[in-house]
Structure formats: C-alpha cells, structure tokens
C-alpha cells in the first residue's frame, strides 16, 4: 500500500507485505533528505538518509527514493514486522536546519 | 551507552512557572538542538547551537533560552510558562550542523495546568 504522509496519516498493512510511506517535499534546493521512525513515548530514531545527488540509497531491509523532479521522497520497508509499527517522517535540509514533515503512522496487522 | 539523555522526562507544573529542562550527549557531537513536538506530532526546530553560534527559530518565543555549559550540555529555561507551552520537548545533536544524521533524546512531556 502507499500512503501520502499529510493526506493520508496512517497506513494499515499486512505483516509480511512491503510498505511505501510517502512523502513530498517543499524546497526545490534542498539537498539532504532524512527518514526517521518515532515509537511511542521515544524520539525519532534515524533510519536512512539520502543526499540529491542520488536517487535510491538501500539500507537493511529498508530503501529511500528520491524524486527530485517532482519533489517526491518515499520510504519502502520490505517484510513489514509488527516491530516497524511506529510513525515515519521525512526531513529535508533547509538552510542548514532540518524540517520535518507531518508523519505517517504505519500500522502492521499480524 | 552512548546516548542523548535528557532530564525530567515528565514535567508537570503551573502556567507562570519557570522550569529547565537539561540534556547531555556523550556522542562527542558539535551540535545540539531543541525541538517541540505537539500534540499532532508535528516536530519543530526550536534553535541549534555549537560552540560559535545559536541559532534560533524566529517562531519561538523569546521566553525560551539554550544554555551550554559545554559541548556536551545543552539545558532548554522556559520563563513564566504558558498553556501553549505543553508540548513534548526533545533534544538531539549531530556531528556537524548540516547533512548529518541527528540523534535524538526520548523527549520531555511538560504538561502546565
């Protein structure tokens, strides 16, 4: 399943089936792009990041792709495991300083 | 453990209060930060800050003030507290300010009655 992180903030999947958490960006100049998963009651623990002069950056069991065209950043878990419930946001470097996005939340059903 | 810890975790107190909150990284970083986090989950930079220079977000309330006593320490003061303020507050630091990963603290919930 795909979900829009402002549109629509929660993706239900199955366990075991990939996820793509989208996201779109703000700053056609931005160069730096993070991913971070937030568990209840923790902080956003970093997952993978990316810089503009890529465009797909594997990491385990996790991708990051870039659409710089259309300023498009998206998020693919693989296996999807009730411990990848949690909510994802994306950030981009703007003026040295990180923004974040509103989140998705991603909901995995055993 | 090598971490970004920050003291209390919860914080309850009256509107016009003034309270710290305190952070510590033993990750050797240059850089700390201070985000808000409300109850929608949106997270927002509060101000940065290494050794030459603070940057603060002009959004925030000048009631709000970072203190290092060194690099490692980065304390948040919020003078005469307001209702708005609630909020769950998280630090975090990086290496350098820019294209690098930040490391997150588990937040501070300050609740004001």
């Known amino acids: 399943g795909e979900s829009v992180g402002l549109h629509l903030p929660t993706l239900s999947v199955q366990e075991g089936d990939n996820s793509i958490i989208n996201c779109a960006y703000s700053n056609s100049a931005s160069d730096y792009f993070i991913w971070y998963k937030q568990e209840s009651g923790k902080g956003p623990q970093f997952i993978i990041d990316?810089?503009?002069?890529?465009d797909k950056r594997q990491g385990q069991r996790v991708t990051v792709l870039l659409n710089k065209t259309v300023k498009h950043l998206s998020l693919q878990i693989a296996a999807t495991q009730p411990g990848d419930s949690a909510v994802y946001f994306c950030a981009e470097l703007e003026d040295n300083m990180l923004t974040f996005g509103g989140g998705t939340r991603l909901m995995v059903k055993p | 453990d090598t971490a970004v810890s920050q003291t209390p975790k919860y914080l309850v107190t009256q509107m016009g209060n003034d309270k710290s909150i305190k952070c510590e990284q033993n990750l050797g970083h240059d850089t700390m930060y201070w985000y808000k986090q409300d109850s929608k989950k949106f997270l927002k930079i509060m101000f940065s800050?290494?050794?030459?220079?603070?940057?603060i977000n002009e959004t925030v309330p000048n009631r709000f003030s970072p203190k290092s006593p060194d690099k490692a320490h980065l304390n948040l003061h919020i003078n005469s507290l307001e209702l708005g303020d609630s909020a769950v507050y998280f630090c975090?630091?990086?290496?350098?300010?820019?294209?690098?990963?930040?490391?997150f603290g588990d937040g501070t919930r300050l609740s004001i009655l």
């Open positions: 975090a630091s990086s290496q350098v300010q820019g294209d690098q990963p930040q490391h």
């Open positions: 990316i810089r503009s002069n890529m």
């Open positions: 800050y290494n050794n030459k220079e603070l940057i």
